[in-house]
């Protein structure tokens, strides 16, 4: 019995449970709230691991999967090293920060087995085998005659006024 929803990973679970713990501590923080570049850019990588992991999912193939396993665990970097930049700024405390720390350690690594998992099945498929294009119709013969008013200009020539 395989998985039918990407819910049911527990990589996108941990994901989706970083991403609102995230969208907490920076509600809870009027300085962060009003640093919109920050804040943004906060979301934007917060929200983007669970996509990515969805995105993949959706792509049916292993190899696609954990390409997009690696861009979450992208993501999920970008994220956790703007939260201590929060930390760095004053906008939020570590303790404040500890519970999305620790869910971003364990996004990490559940989404580091999964695409690992996704590799070695990958690794088993083989390609399907190439087809080649069609080619493109030939341009037909020039005419293999040896008269030359086969290559004469049929148009008068080009005279000054």
């Given amino acids: ?3 039918r929803n990407v819910e049911e990973f527990r990589a996108w679970q941990y994901a989706h ?22 804040r943004d850019q906060l979301f ?20 696609s999967f954990a390409l997009f396993l690696t861009y979450a665990l992208s993501s999920l970097k970008e994220a956790t090293i703007r939260v201590n930049d929060g ?7 570590a303790d404040a920060c500890l519970h999305a720390i620790e869910l971003g350690q364990a996004c990490e690594h559940a989404t580091t087995n999964l695409r690992d998992t996704q590799l070695r099945f990958g690794k088993g498929r083989k390609r ?3 087809r080649p294009r069609p080619e493109p119709p030939r341009k037909p013969p020039p005419p293999d005659s040896s008269d030359p008013s086969d290559y004469l200009i049929t148009q008068a020539p080009f005279t000054h006024a």
């Fill in 87 to 93: 930390i760095d700024r004053g906008y939020f405390t």
């Fill in 44 to 63: 934007d990588a917060a929200s983007s691991i669970e996509s990515d992991i969805g995105e993949g999912f959706r792509r049916y193939g292993a190899r």
């Fill in 1 to 3: 019995m395989g998985v």
């Fill in 128 to 130: 399907p085998p190439h």
């Fill in 17 to 38: 449970r970083f991403k609102l713990e995230v969208y907490r501590i920076v509600k809870s923080s009027p300085e962060a709230r009003r640093d919109f570049k920050y």
